[in-house]
């Protein structure tokens, strides 16, 4: 016979599978919205980015989605392609144009995701997919961070993004993930919009936007 704590569980996982569906719903809806009446704009800042700084105009990279599952990112290409003598790649730094650099502050170079956002690849709200060679990087606990679909923002882009350690931005992360509900987004989103018209926390000290993570003590 099933204790009171085992027929709790069941109704506690339609809770979150309800939940998970509402906010698939609505960030399905408002992406789609966004997406058509953003649309001059985007075909806009396309033109501008293929003029300023060539082909081709989306960045395209896999990164770690729900579960740590890939999936391929889009944003709005911000850097040149110029070399060195070498024939190397130069820095971030160096190739990040000054329209580049506006691209990145007003968070312009992040509509594409709108794409991932219907998708249902992405959220509007949750924590930044990042890299694909971090994964093997992450304690257990950071690992968390892909219980739920990455987000456009999250709760660590609105409480530092580029300006805080990688430490404090994963563990920004887990907070959401164990935190999460529809009005902590409405929240972050809010907050969101406040930080991209303060241009805040867009980069870390001496870098185009952030140092590359190399692992915490375990």
């Avoid at 170079?109 to 990042?130: I, Q, T």
């Avoid at 961070?145 to 931005?169: C, D, F, L, M, Y």
């Amino acid at each position: 016979m099933a204790t009171g704590k085992e027929r709790r569980q069941p109704a506690k996982a339609r809770v979150t599978s309800s939940a998970g569906v509402l906010k698939r719903a609505c960030d399905f809806a408002a992406a789609l919205v966004l997406t058509m009446a953003l649309s001059p704009l985007i075909l806009l800042l396309a033109l501008l980015v293929r003029v300023k700084l060539g082909g081709p105009v989306l960045f395209r990279q896999f990164r770690p989605g729900l579960n740590g599952v890939p999936f391929q990112m889009v944003k709005f290409r911000t850097m040149t392609d110029e070399r060195g003598p070498d024939g190397a790649l130069l820095t971030d730094a160096e190739r990040l144009t000054a329209f580049g650099r506006m691209l990145r502050a007003t968070s312009l170079d992040e509509l594409p995701e709108l794409w991932n956002v219907l998708k249902g690849e992405m959220s509007f709200v949750g924590p930044r997919p990042l890299l694909m060679e971090y994964l093997p990087l992450y304690s257990p606990e950071q690992s968390r961070r892909h219980e739920v679909r990455p987000g456009i923002t999250g709760w660590a882009q609105v409480n530092g993004r580029n300006a805080i350690s990688w430490e404090q931005k994963l563990k920004l992360d887990v907070w959401y993930v164990d935190k999460r509900s529809f009005w902590l987004d409405l929240k972050i989103i809010g907050k969101t919009i406040i930080c991209v018209f303060a241009r805040s926390g867009i980069s870390a000290p001496g870098e185009a936007t952030m140092g590359r993570f190399s692992g915490s003590e375990r």
